[in-house]
């Protein structure tokens, strides 16, 4: 390939829109990381901020009523009393999940139709619509429980989320 050859690559439309979504993408992932080292890090500097449950990768939702443990995360939070919060709106709490969990939350609830106001976890008119569950909206995330190399972010270091199944937080807690 020689110079010319180059220079008309790079004037092409295609190429262009290949390296503004090889951008995009970096950057997108780089902030969701940022974003889940920072609430975690968080949490780890409250006491009883951070909860450790064991979590097995993959379960048998008839034998462990994970969706409850969750809920009642959230109900703790909602029901924060102090000089700034008179309770916390259930739709101000949000839950991230790596998708094993999700999957299975989903599957434990489908018997009981009365809980789910709306199930949406893929994209929909270029928007992330989160699962609403019971009032608690339930986003999966590819992240958790999962190595993000530093080759698909900006960052120069990697992010380590293996461990880490769901985070749980009021939406002012970033």
Known sequence: MNDTDLARMK????????IINDATTALATSLDCELF??????????????????????????EIDIYF?????????EKIVNKYYRGINRSEIVMIVDPYLYTRIVRALAGAQMLFEKTLSFIQNEA???A?????NIIRHPFLDNY??????????NYNFRGIRAIIYHVAAP
Do not use: C, H, W
Not at 11 to 18: K, N
């Open 11 to 18: 004037q092409d439309p295609i190429y262009r829109a290949s």
């Open 37 to 62: 080292d920072l609430l975690i890090a968080t949490a780890a500097g409250r006491k009883d901020a951070m909860i450790e449950m064991q979590i097995p990768k993959k379960y048998l939702p008839q």
């Open 69 to 77: 443990n969750f809920a009642d995360i959230a109900t703790s939070i």
């Open 128 to 130: 992330i619509v989160a």
């Open 132 to 136: 609403k569950i019971s009032g608690i």
């Open 148 to 157: 993000v190399d530093n080759k698909v972010s900006y960052e120069k270091g």
